[in-house]
């Protein structure tokens, strides 16, 4: 039997998120006791000095994409708009095992930098060109589970064009100039199917299902994912809200809301993710609320391409369920989930509330831990107490951001960072040592994936460019949606005295 004693430390985990010195006792790779320092000294196990160390329960990131790791820094003044008219291109992967290997390369990174910043978990929506193809999906898999990460993998799918699901854009680029590529219901939920039923069985990996948004699928899509997630006990993720025009589309579409739309459908329970939920009003988030979903807050990437800022105080108000996520590398840059949940909170005071309405270092640190876990589906972990995975970081007390240590979990939040993580165990195993990855030889990976990257960008080159015409073509009509007065405001107004009036008008051309 495997058991591992972690003693010396300072542990901090919610619910209280006091730390405390105490010691752990882990066996087959779950936390056995969580007891006072020496408690466990005549066990025989192996064992991991964390003196000087702040011990905590690894973070979750309740959304993000692997397969945009390669754009990386390719988005200067991207929308979100922006980003769907660039997704063939970003989605794309090399021919063969070339492409296999590219998936793998690109999870298994994204899993080491997660890793480095303290996270243990993730939900990867995974986009591909066409039908969800179930090797590349496996090969995601296999790239977390190399680094030693826990994730659940979903193909990330529609069945309606952006252009057809957002008029602003159709308008200006119909579909000759680009055919849509968006593949027939039928064959997406077969696919989904396949995957749903025989994804690789790796510990620490499971599947799920991910309808992208609601507006570029169809009802019969949504329905039948819905149904088939329910059928194999899977997890539902949706871009939910997201930005303005997304927003304003689906409610010309729907008659109604995009929330009201899914509680039509009969889609909105608990087994449900929803991502961003920005464009929302309070009766959306009674629904959620009601439903049980979980909503997963996404600040870097909703200032990244300027999509607005989710109010989280009321998420919580409502009852929901808060989890914090990073998305990808080409809306946020960074796979950081510490930066995330610095964010999360620090966007929960722009506005008129008062302090006690903004995030509390509890609620925030309870979000990037068992929020996430909760996205994820996963009801034991995220909380360093007996029954539960033994999923954790250490991070270095004598850093700066702990000197002096006047409120160790608020200096976590506010000044701790990735570099700060020294240990990562996830199930009791040390996949992170003295800032190492221990399980991928990161230089080499790193090494092949820029070779693979560039290959792919030069072919991807015409398909880049086309997303680039039709953002600009469509840019006046994205503007007129995004400048729409909503009661709902989550946009600082163009007529503020804090905005610029001449944005844009001077910007360094893109490389």
């Known amino acids: ?44 196990a192996e064992r ?15 959304h993000t994409h692997s397969h ?66 179930f090797e590349r999906l496996s090969a995601v898999a296999g790239g977390y589970h190399g680094a030693g990460m826990r994730a659940v993998i979903a ?36 696919a989904c199917r396949d995957w749903a039923t025989y994804a690789p069985a790796l ?64 889609v909105l329970d608990h087994h449900l993710t929803v991502a961003h939920a920005i464009w929302v009003d309070a009766a959306d988030l009674a629904l959620l609320a009601e439903a049980g979903a979980v909503a997963v807050t996404v600040p870097g990437s909703n200032l990244r391409l300027g999509s607005g800022v989710a109010d989280t105080r009321a998420m919580l108000d409502a009852g929901i369920r808060l989890a914090v996520g990073t998305d990808g590398a080409n809306s946020s840059d960074a ?9 999360a909170a620090l966007l929960s005071r722009v506005g008129s509330r008062s302090p006690g309405g903004w995030l509390s270092v509890e609620e925030t640190l309870s979000a990037a831990t068992e929020g996430g876990a909760a996205a994820c589906g996963w009801s034991q972990t995220g909380r360093l107490a007996p029954d539960h995975a033994a999923d954790l970081a250490l991070l270095d007390l004598g850093s700066s951001a702990f000197r002096p240590a006047n ?42 994936f820029s070779e693979l990257v560039a290959e792919l960008h030069e072919r991807q080159a015409p398909a880049r460019r086309r997303g680039a015409d039709e953002a600009a073509a469509s840019a006046a009509a994205l503007a007129q949606l995004r400048a729409q007065p ?20 001077h910007r360094r051309p893109s490389s």
């Open 1 to 44: 039997m495997r058991r591992l004693v972690i003693s010396g430390g300072l542990v901090l985990t919610g619910p209280r998120w006091r730390p405390e010195p105490l010691d752990l006792l882990v066996v087959e790779g779950r936390i056995a006791s969580v007891s006072g320092p020496g408690s466990f000294a005549e066990v025989d």
């Open 48 to 62: 991991h000095d964390a003196t000087g160390r702040l011990v905590i329960p690894g973070l979750v990131n309740g």
């Open 68 to 133: 945009t790791r390669h754009a990386r820094g390719v988005n200067r003044d991207w929308t979100l708009e922006t980003s769907l008219l660039h997704g063939p291109w970003l989605a794309a992967g090399l021919d063969g095992a070339r492409g296999l290997e590219l998936a793998e390369l690109s999870a298994t990174l994204t899993a080491v930098e997660l890793l480095r910043s303290g996270c243990t978990g993730a939900f990867d929506l995974v986009a591909q060109v066409g039908l969800p193809d």
């Open 155 to 190: 193909p990330m799918v529609a069945d309606r064009s952006v252009h057809a699901a957002v008029p602003a854009i159709g308008g200006c680029c119909p579909p000759p100039a680009r055919p849509s590529t968006a593949p027939s219901t039928d064959l997406v939920l077969a």
């Open 203 to 266: 510990p620490g990996i499971s599947p799920a299902l991910a309808p992208t948004i609601p507006a570029h699928c169809t009802p019969e899509l949504i329905t039948g994912l819905h149904a088939l997630a329910r059928e194999q006990g899977l997890r539902l993720h949706t871009h939910l809200a997201e930005s303005l025009p997304q927003a304003a589309s689906g409610e010309d579409r729907f008659g109604r809301s995009i929330t009201a739309e899914l509680g039509d459908l009969g």
């Open 335 to 343: 796979y950081d989930q510490l930066d995330a949940a610095r964010l």
């Open 407 to 448: 409120d160790v979990p608020n200096q976590l939040l506010t000044a701790a960072r990735a570099a700060d993580v020294t240990d990562v165990f996830v199930a009791g195993r040390r996949v992170i040592a003295d800032r190492a990855a221990v399980r991928v030889d990161v230089a080499a990976a790193e090494s092949r």
């Open 486 to 505: 909503r009661g709902d405001a989550r946009l600082l107004p163009a007529t503020s005295p804090l905005a610029d009036p001449t944005a844009g008008e």
